[in-house]
C-alpha cells in the first residue's frame, strides 16, 4: 500500500470514580485524586445507586475504565456488566512502584506535567514573576468546603500517591495562598489558576458536535449529595458553572454576579444568556438577584446527576505519516509525533491515549471502526494485539499506551468478522449467506463497487442470470 497518512491525538485516560450514594466522604477522596490527574475534573463522579444513571453516567463521559472506592454489591455487578472497560494494567491501581525503587508515580498522565510546563515557560529564572497561581484553603468543617473542593480543587496526602502534589503546585507554580474559610468568597476566585485550573490545562473538546458553552450557576444546597455531585459532573462536561447556595447568600454573592457578569460581556458568545442549573423545575428559584435574563437549564429524570452528552478532552491532532503492508490484514506502523507531555525515564509507569484516525479505506478491511464500545476487547485484540488497551471512540481508535512509547503498529479489521462481532454482541448469531459471497466474489472480480455499474443494464443482468 505504500504510505499512509493519519490524523493522531494524545488525550488523558478518563476515569469514571464509582462512589456509594450519598457518601460525601468517599466524593471528597474521588475529587482530590482527580485533581492529581491532567484532565482528571473531566472525571464522572458515578454514584451507585441507580444502575440506569451509573450507565448512562458511563456512556455520556466516553469512560475508559472505572474505579471504585470500596467494595459494595453495586460497584462489582457495574464493573462486571462493563468488561470492556477492563483497567488497561495489569494491576488496578492509580500509583504505582515505578522501576521497583519504591517511589511511587501517577499510573496515568498527571499533573507535573503541566505545572512543571508553565515552570519553565514562565516563572523559571525569574525574581518576581508576572504571573502565579492561586492556592484557596478552608476548613473542612466550612460548610462550603465541598463547594470549595469542586470549584478550586485540592489534593490528597502524600501518603496517598507517593508525591506532594499541593507542595508541588506551591514550589512551581509560586502559588498565592488564600484562605477563604467563614469569609465571603473572593469576587473573582473563580477565574484564578487553582489546581482544578491546572488539571484542565491545554485540553480541548475532541468533537466539538458535543460541545455545549452554556455557563452559568448552579442552585443548590452545599450539603445535598445529589447536588454536589451533578455541580461535578456539569463541570467535568466542560461547561462553566459556578455554584450557589441561597442559604449562603452573603458570602456567595459577589462572586456568583462577577462571575455571570463576565459571561455577559464574552464577545465570542453574544447570543447565549447565561443558564441556573438545579435538579427540578419544581424547585422555585428567585433570580431576580442575578438578572432576568437566565434561562433554566433543570436536571431531569434521564439528566440526573449531571448526565449530559459530552466530549472526550484532549490535546490538538497531528498530521502522521506512516508505512503500511498489504495483506489479508493490511496493518500500518507510524512514529508518534511530539508529544505535549514529559517522557522522563522517571515517568514510564504512566499512559496516555493515543487517538488513531487513517484517512484511508480498503475494500474487505476497516482501519477506523464504528463505535462501539462493548467490541473494546475485540478491537484491542485484533488491531492492538492487547485487549485491555484499546478503547473505541467516534470516528477514531484509541490505543492505551506508556509515554515512553515511540511508535504504533495497528492492524485493519475484517469486514466479515467485524460485522459478526457486532451481531454477536446484540444476540444475534451470523454467518455469510451463498448469495452473498457470490455478491462479494462478483465485487471483486469487477474491481470494486464503481466496477458494478454496468449492471443497470438490463441486457447484462440477463446474461448473468442466463450463464
Not at 485540553?203 to 444546597?221: E, H, K, M, Q, V
Not at 443558564?275 to 434521564?302: C, V
Not at 492487547?386 to 504504533?408: H, M, P, Y
Amino acid at each position: 500500500m505504500g504510505p499512509l497518512n493519519l490524523q493522531v491525538r494524545y488525550r488523558p485516560v478518563r476515569i469514571g470514580w464509582c462512589i456509594k450514594t450519598d457518601d460525601l466522604t468517599e466524593f471528597r477522596a474521588a475529587a482530590r485524586l482527580s485533581h492529581t490527574f491532567w484532565g482528571g475534573t473531566f472525571n464522572p463522579i458515578i454514584p451507585l445507586g441507580d444502575k440506569i444513571i451509573a450507565k448512562r453516567l458511563i456512556e455520556n463521559f466516553q469512560v475508559d475504565c472505572l474505579h471504585c472506592f470500596s467494595q459494595t454489591l453495586e460497584g462489582d455487578q457495574l464493573i462486571q456488566e462493563h468488561q470492556h472497560l477492563e483497567w488497561p494494567h495489569l494491576h488496578n491501581e492509580l500509583f504505582v512502584d515505578s522501576w521497583g525503587t519504591g517511589r511511587r508515580t501517577a499510573a496515568f498522565l498527571d499533573v507535573h506535567h503541566p505545572a512543571r510546563q508553565l515552570y519553565e515557560n514562565h516563572i523559571k529564572g525569574q525574581a518576581t514573576p508576572a504571573w502565579r497561581a492561586k492556592y484557596l484553603k478552608w476548613s473542612q468543617s466550612d460548610p462550603l468546603a465541598d463547594v470549595f473542593l469542586a470549584t478550586f480543587g485540592s489534593y490528597p496526602e502524600k501518603d496517598q500517591t507517593g508525591q506532594d502534589y499541593a507542595d508541588l503546585f506551591r514550589h512551581f507554580l509560586r502559588a498565592e495562598e488564600i484562605e477563604i474559610s467563614a469569609s465571603p468568597m473572593p469576587p473573582d476566585a473563580y477565574a484564578g489558576f487553582t489546581p482544578a485550573a491546572l488539571s484542565t490545562c491545554d485540553l480541548s473538546p475532541t468533537d466539538f458536535r458535543l460541545r455545549d458553552a452554556r455557563a452559568g450557576i448552579y442552585y443548590g444546597c452545599c450539603s445535598d449529595f445529589a447536588d454536589i455531585v451533578s455541580y461535578w459532573n456539569i463541570r467535568a462536561t466542560g461547561r462553566q458553572v459556578l455554584f450557589y447556595d441561597p442559604a449562603f447568600h452573603e458570602r456567595m454573592i459577589k462572586s456568583v454576579n462577577h462571575f455571570l457578569n463576565t459571561i455577559r460581556q464574552r464577545a465570542d458568545n453574544p447570543f447565549r444568556a447565561p443558564s441556573m442549573w438545579n435538579k427540578g423545575r419544581e424547585t422555585a428559584i428567585d433570580i431576580t438577584p442575578f438578572g432576568e435574563d437566565l434561562s433554566r437549564s433543570s436536571l431531569w429524570a434521564h439528566s440526573l446527576f449531571g448526565c449530559l452528552p459530552t466530549a472526550l478532552m484532549g490535546f490538538r491532532e497531528q498530521a502522521v505519516l506512516g508505512t503500511s503492508s498489504s495483506g489479508d490484514r493490511p496493518r500500518f506502523t507510524f512514529e508518534l509525533p511530539p508529544k505535549p507531555f514529559f517522557t522522563d525515564d522517571t515517568l514510564h509507569g504512566q499512559s496516555v491515549v493515543v487517538s488513531v484516525r487513517p484517512l484511508v479505506s480498503e475494500t474487505n478491511t476497516v482501519f477506523t471502526p464504528p463505535y462501539f464500545p462493548l467490541l473494546n476487547h475485540y478491537y484491542g485484540s485484533e488491531a492492538h494485539f492487547r485487549a485491555s488497551t484499546t478503547r473505541s471512540e467516534k470516528e477514531s481508535l484509541g490505543i492505551i499506551t506508556a509515554l515512553t512509547d515511540t511508535s504504533l503498529t495497528v492492524r485493519a479489521l475484517d469486514v466479515r468478522s467485524l460485522v459478526k462481532s457486532i451481531f454477536e454482541k446484540c444476540g444475534i448469531e451470523a454467518k455469510p449467506s451463498k448469495d452473498g459471497l457470490v455478491g462479494l466474489r462478483l465485487i471483486d472480480q469487477m474491481g470494486g463497487l464503481q466496477g458494478c455499474r454496468v449492471f443497470k443494464v438490463s441486457g447484462v443482468r440477463d446474461l448473468i442470470r442466463s450463464y
